[in-house]
């Protein structure tokens, strides 16, 4: 699976573009954190890798054709889309809510047949939801939410899954269980894009970081080498140091100077 994006604008009706001419590219077993301030243009790139947003100018491949030379239908059979946590509108169970993953392989008057079933069975078995099946999807926490959303992707049979904010409202515990869940799944062969604010947490997740500025790129490349001080103020507009433990892990904090109120 190769999902690529080349030189990608995008504009809503005749304002300026909120994408200007990015590329970008994902395969089967990366993480790609896209990272960016408030109107960067990261829900508009996600939008478009998934087909639901028409490029202005430039292309969207998938395993080289053109995303929209797919039906949407067949888009949806290869790429998910979880969304920002929301509150559901309706008390669905867990397991209904994975099952609406399969629509795209149900007929209008059909029934669910064995295979939609169990491919509801693996994508919860795969986030460890089973025994939570029957619970409302009300009554989950927001990182067992963001599961369900998940394990709704797999379920469609997506091999590329478009993760929007996923941990916006989450605690460390919850961040770390949900991306745990993705990095087993990557290892499996799936390729994730996760649209975030959160630096930290690409270095400790991605095998990608991609920044965009003003609906631009930035800068891109592994973790490691691109997620710097100097990236990190060109972006966000304010310092930052990028701290090494003693064991080699890495973190993000703001810099605090004397001028700064506390």
Same mark, same amino acid.
């Given at each position: 699976?190769?999902?690529?994006a080349?030189?990608?604008s995008?504009? @809503?009706?005749?304002?300026?573009p909120?994408?200007?001419? /990015?590329?970008? +590219? ?7 954190f *896209? ?11 996600l ?5 639901t ?7 969207? /491949? ?7 030379a797919?039906a949407?239908?067949?888009r +949806? ?18 397991e209904? !809510?994975?099952?609406?993953? %399969? ?11 064995r295979?939609d ?8 078995d +795969?986030?460890?939801? !089973? ?5 409302? !999807?009300m009554?989950l ?6 599961? *369900?959303? =998940? ?13 929007d ?16 869940v ?22 400790? @997740?991605?095998?990608?970081? !991609?920044?965009?500025?003003?609906g ?9 080498k ?6 990190? %103020?060109?972006? @966000? ?5 990028? *701290? ?11 810099? =605090? ?6």
């Amino acid at each position: 699976m190769k999902l690529e994006a080349d030189r990608v604008s995008f504009a @809503y009706g005749r304002g300026s573009p909120c994408l200007r001419g /990015v590329s970008f +590219a994902i395969e089967a077993r990366e993480i790609a954190f *896209v990272l960016g301030a408030n109107g960067s243009g990261k829900t508009t790139l996600l939008g478009c890798l998934a087909g639901t947003r028409r490029p202005t100018n430039g292309t969207v /491949v998938l395993d080289g054709r053109p995303l929209h030379a797919l039906a949407a239908r067949e888009r +949806a059979k290869r790429i998910g889309v979880v969304p920002q946590l929301h509150d559901p509108a309706f008390p669905f169970s867990v397991e209904e !809510t994975v099952a609406l993953g %399969r629509a795209p392989y149900v007929g209008l008057f059909s029934q669910p047949s064995r295979e939609d079933r169990l491919a509801v069975e693996r994508a919860l078995d +795969a986030v460890g939801l !089973t025994a939570l099946r029957r619970r409302s !999807t009300m009554r989950l926490s927001g990182g067992e939410r963001q599961l *369900v959303w =998940i394990a709704r992707g797999l379920a469609q049979g997506a091999s590329c899954l478009l993760l929007d904010e996923p941990t916006a409202h989450l605690d460390p515990q919850h961040e770390h269980a949900l991306f745990a869940v993705v990095r087993r799944l990557a290892a499996d062969g799936a390729a994730f894009v996760v649209a975030s604010h959160h630096p930290g947490s690409a270095l400790l @997740y991605a095998t990608h970081v !991609t920044f965009l500025k003003g609906g631009a790129v930035l800068r891109s490349g592994l973790p490691e080498k691109t997620i710097t001080a100097n990236a990190l %103020r060109e972006t @966000y507009g304010m310092e930052f140091v990028v *701290v090494t433990g003693q064991e080699g892990e890495r973190a993000v904090v703001p810099r =605090i100077s004397s001028a700064d109120p506390r």
